[in-house]
């Protein structure tokens, strides 16, 4: 069975500081890889999906590079804003359409 | 386009009784996937239907079901409610495919058990 973790569980920061977020997973055949944020009580936003054969995406202030064979993802955030302040989680689809998600990390991001 | 949309976004029940939630997804999105979320345990899928049929299936108990209808709108239901159901029942739609598959989240139903 897929086992997905997060490290760090929460990690807090001063403004402008870069950082960079772990997911690792057990069973490196998927499908791909996607980084969403959550912010209090409310559903998932999509940040960055890549796809098994990728080995990084960009967007914005935010890069997710995949190693599958290692089974390790990282999301870097780049000149961190108050505003990045939510629990990031990552998901691996594996066969059909199912994902399997992380624990999460919990971001703040102090002014 | 709008966005995934849930309902109730609240509900308060007592064990014993059901519930049934619903989810219309994103316009042209065929796939919806329904996970349950709890501090303890984090996202755990629940399942998946395309197209009326329930194609993936997570390890949760029968009295944990689903259906999606013609217009791909998708209901769970849970009977005989524990006090351990109580969580976010959050609701996904998918667009794409091979490979590029990228899920949308609604707001989420939150359910609490007394």
Redesign the interface.
């Known amino acids: 069975k897929q086992e997905v973790t997060q490290i760090p569980a929460a990690l807090s920061v001063p403004e402008g500081e870069n950082l960079v977020l772990n997911c690792s997973f057990t069973d490196s055949a998927i499908y791909n890889l996607q980084w969403f944020r959550q912010d209090p009580g409310k559903g998932l936003t999509s940040l960055l999906l890549i796809q098994s054969s990728q080995r990084e995406q960009t967007s914005g202030r935010l890069n997710a590079s995949l190693d599958k064979s290692s089974g390790r993802s990282t999301l870097y955030i780049a000149a961190s804003q108050p505003g990045d302040s939510a629990t990031y989680l990552c998901a691996v689809r594996v066969t059909g359409n199912q994902f399997y998600f992380g624990t999460g990390t919990s971001l703040t991001v102090i002014p | 386009k709008a966005g ?1 949309t849930q309902t109730p976004r609240y509900l308060i029940k007592t064990r014993g009784q059901q519930v049934t939630l619903s989810c219309s997804p994103i316009s042209g999105h065929r ?1 919806v ?1 329904w ?1 349950q979320q709890t501090p303890g345990q ?4 629940l399942f ?1 239907y ?1 197209s009326e049929t329930q ?2 299936k ?1 390890n949760f108990p029968g009295r944990f079901s689903g259906r999606q209808f013609s217009n791909s709108r998708s209901e769970m239901n849970v009977s005989t409610l524990e006090l351990g159901d109580s969580a ?1 029942y ?1 609701c ?1 739609s ?1 667009h794409g495919s091979g ?10 139903t ?1 359910l609490l058990v007394l």
Do not use: H, I
Request: aromatic share 18%.
């Open positions: 995934v796939s996937s996970y984090g996202l755990q899928f998946e395309f194609r993936n997570g976010l959050l996904a998918t490979g590029s598959e990228t899920q949308y989240f609604g707001p989420g939150r």
